[in-house]
């Protein structure tokens, strides 16, 4: 079964009604025939059935054995991190979501939990960071805002050398073109914000796993921490699940014209797209992904916030905000909005320097999201001419 058949047909037909949409059952509690005798649903917070649809698709297009939805995905990942105790250490990409490093530095860090920051596109810097007191291993890829790329299955060897858990953030992938479960991952986790929704309507996060005892914990952590996604936003979310395969292809196929396209610019010193054949680990990219994604991040030859805060300023069709994986083209600042809470000197360690631009390239017509930017990045250029 080809993966959009599966995706529309992995949706069930409410066997109440026979609606073909998932009905959405807005309610905090369930009537039961004797006390702890119920039809699978007891209170809301624990179960909801419009959720359980959405966590059944999820596990099924990840293929895992069950999955969890919450509330963001900062809820998602505070949710594996809990599978953790004081005195444990993970080691992290270090080009990591600004918000995963605000809650690992600022939040899990006074708690005993140490994280040590690595360039995870070599394997080994990863094997060498564990240690005896390690007990997960954080990955993105493609990393954000970077782009980074690091190869999964050689990485979960590694993991299950050392007995340690690997968890995968697939939010810039997606699962219609990257399954870190089958390349040896035991957990995935999604902003659902992001290319699930793909319609920058919700705020949603995803965790999956293929063990059933890890599941068993992260249930457990769901219910008694209460982060749990809203029947509406389970009901949002299953809908933009149903076209994301044809999404993700001409995000990506947009994606590509517009790499291409900011090589041949002047001001432009260094852009970042797996699909570009000279972007580091372009190679594993081809296989591990299906698509090489909706993002391109690029910086500029003169390291100017101030430059670059003009062009993001500048455009018409890519709106200036925060998130991605829409179907509106957005471009966002990294060191002043998502990556603003990690300090500088980290952040440049990792490429993301003051004048680094990312964009989340929508499905419009991509010659009119190259004329945008083309137009932005000629009023600037100007004014650097008139400058100097």
Known sequence: MKEITKIIHSIPVDELTGAISTPIY???TYVQQAPGVHKG????????PTRKVVEDLIAILENGKNAFAFSSGLAAIDA????LESGDEIVAVDDIYGGAFRLFTH????????VKYVDATDAANVANAITDKTKLIWLESPTNPTLKISDIHEISKIAKANRVLLCVDNTFASPASQKPIDLGADLVIHSATKYLAGHSDLIGGLVITNSIEIGAKIKFIQNASGAILSPFDSWLLIRGIETLPLRIKQHSENAQHIAEFLLTQDLVKNVYYP??????????????QRYFGGVVTF?????????????VCSTKYFKLAESLGGVKS???????MTHKS???EIRYQSGVTDSLIRLSVGLEDVEDLISDLQTALQVVTKKISLTY
């Not at 649903?41 to 909801?48: G, L």
């Open 342 to 344: 990690i300090p500088s």
């Open 41 to 48: 649903f007891d209170y809301a917070r624990s179960n909801n």
């Open 299 to 311: 910086d500029l030859n003169i390291d100017d916030k101030e430059l670059a805060t003009q062009i």
């Open 107 to 114: 939040i899990y860090q006074k708690f005993g939990i140490h």
């Open 80 to 83: 594996v991190v809990k599978l």
């Open 26 to 28: 807005q309610t905090s």
């Open 275 to 288: 699909g570009l054949p000279q972007h580091k680990n372009h190679h594993i990219a081809k296989q591990q």
């Open 330 to 336: 957005l471009i966002c600042l990294p060191c002043e």
